[in-house]
C-alpha cells in the first residue's frame, strides 16, 4: 500500500493534518520532523503512523527509494520564525531543501503539497490575489518570506507550478500551536495575558485610517487550513498556488472581544506604542482572495471567527497540549 509523507508534522499545521488525515483512515504515514530540545514532541501524541524521521535523515532515504511507494507529500516543514536574519540558513532550509523534495516528486509522479506563505506578500501594496502573473512582483517584508518567495519563484520561472500545490497561509490560529514562542497567534498571547493580568495589550495605530486595535489580518482556523490542505489530496486535478484564509479581514480588536466573550469576561483592552523599528513595516490590512480555491471546486463553509475563537478557547481550558 502507497504510504503518505507529513514534513513538520510535529509542527502546528502539521500535527492538526495528520490527525485529520487519522479521522479519514489514513494511517500509513511517514511522520518528518526536527524536533531537538523543542516542546514539539507532544503534537504527536495520540496519532498513527508508521515511522518518524528527523529531517537531515530522511531526505538521502527518501532519494534512495527507501520509503517504496508514495501518494502524496505534505511539505510543511519549514523556518517559520519571521525574526530569523540568518538568510543563508533560511535559503538552506526553507529553500534547498524545498527544491529536492519538489523534484523527487515531479520525477515520481507523486502528488506535492507544500506550505508556501502570505508572508510573501510583503506590505500588501499589490493586493493579495494568487494569481501566478503576481508572484515575480511581490517584495516579501523579512528573510522568512524572501525565502518562501524564492520557491514559488524557482517552480515559476521552470514551468512547474502546474504539477504542484502551493498553498499561502494567511494568519493561522487555533490547537497545537503552544510551542511556537513568540510565533504564537495573537488568540492564544490573548488568552494568556487573560489568565495572567486580566487584560490583552494590542498595538497602538499610526496609521490615520485604522483606529486602535482596528488593524486587520485575514484570521483563519487552523481547521478550516486543514480541510482546505486536504482538498488537494482528494482532488489531485488541482494545482498551481492557492491563497488559505477566510477572504474576510478582521480586527484584532474583534479577535481580541472573542476571546474574552469565551471566557465569559468583559473586555479589558489597553493599547501600547508599537515599537519603531517595527513601524515602517507594519501591515494594517490582510485578506485572502480565496475565488481561485473556491473555482477549484472548494465548498466547505469557513468557520466565522467568533466561532472558531470559542472553539480554541473551550480546548485550552480543558486540554494541557
Known amino acids: 500500500m502507497s504510504k503518505i509523507i507529513v514534513t513538520?508534522?510535529?509542527g502546528f499545521i502539521g500535527a492538526n493534518l495528520v490527525r485529520a488525515l487519522n479521522r479519514k483512515g489514513e494511517d500509513?504515514?511517514?511522520?518528518?520532523d526536527h524536533i531537538a530540545e523543542s516542546e514539539k514532541w507532544k503534537n504527536l501524541l495520540e496519532v498513527k503512523f508508521l515511522d518518524y524521521f528527523d529531517k537531515e535523515e530522511f531526505l538521502p532515504l527518501l532519494e534512495k527509494g527507501y520509503f517504496g511507494k508514495i501518494k502524496a507529500i505534505f511539505h510543511l516543514g519549514a523556518c517559520s520564525d519571521t525574526t530569523v536574519k540568518d538568510v543563508n540558513y533560511l535559503i538552506e532550509n526553507n529553500?534547498?531543501?524545498s527544491q529536492r523534495l519538489a523534484l523527487f516528486a515531479i520525477k515520481k509522479g507523486i502528488t506535492f503539497i507544500y506550505a508556501s506563505s502570505a508572508a510573501t506578500y510583503g506590505d500588501g501594496s499589490l493586493g493579495f490575489s494568487d494569481d501566478h502573473e503576481l508572484i515575480p512582483r511581490l517584495k516579501p517584508l523579512n528573510p522568512y518570506g524572501f525565502s518562501?518567495?524564492?520557491?514559488?519563484l524557482w517552480l515559476y520561472y521552470n514551468g512547474l507550478l502546474e504539477r504542484v500545490v502551493g498553498l499561502k497561509y494567511f494568519n493561522v490560529f487555533g490547537e497545537r500551536e503552544f510551542h511556537k514562542g513568540e510565533m504564537r497567534s495573537v488568540v492564544l498571547k490573548a488568552y494568556e495575558q487573560i489568565k495572567e493580568t486580566?487584560?490583552?495589550?494590542?498595538?497602538k495605530s499610526y496609521h490615520p485610517d485604522f483606529a486602535d486595535g482596528e488593524q486587520k489580518r485575514d484570521f483563519v482556523y487552523v481547521q478550516d487550513a486543514v480541510e482546505m490542505t486536504l482538498?488537494?489530496?482528494?482532488?489531485p486535478e488541482a494545482k498551481g498556488i492557492f491563497n488559505v484564509g477566510t477572504g474576510k479581514a478582521r480586527s484584532f480588536n474583534d479577535l481580541v472581544k472573542a476571546v474574552f466573550k469565551a471566557l465569559g469576561l468583559s473586555p479589558n483592552i489597553e493599547y501600547i506604542e508599537m515599537p519603531e523599528k517595527?513601524?515602517?513595516q507594519y501591515q494594517y490590512f490582510t485578506q485572502a482572495d480565496i475565488s481561485k480555491i473556491r473555482r477549484a471546486g472548494y465548498n466547505k463553509p469557513i468557520t466565522e471567527l467568533e466561532e472558531a475563537v470559542e472553539k480554541y478557547v473551550k480546548f485550552l481550558e480543558t486540554e494541557k497540549w
Open 28 to 32: 500509513r504515514l511517514i511522520l518528518v
Open 198 to 203: 486580566g487584560k490583552v495589550r494590542l498595538f
Open 231 to 235: 482538498f488537494f489530496l482528494e482532488h
Open 278 to 280: 517595527i513601524r515602517n
Open 95 to 97: 529553500y534547498r531543501y
Open 8 to 10: 513538520g508534522a510535529a
Open 148 to 152: 518562501k518567495q524564492l520557491f514559488d
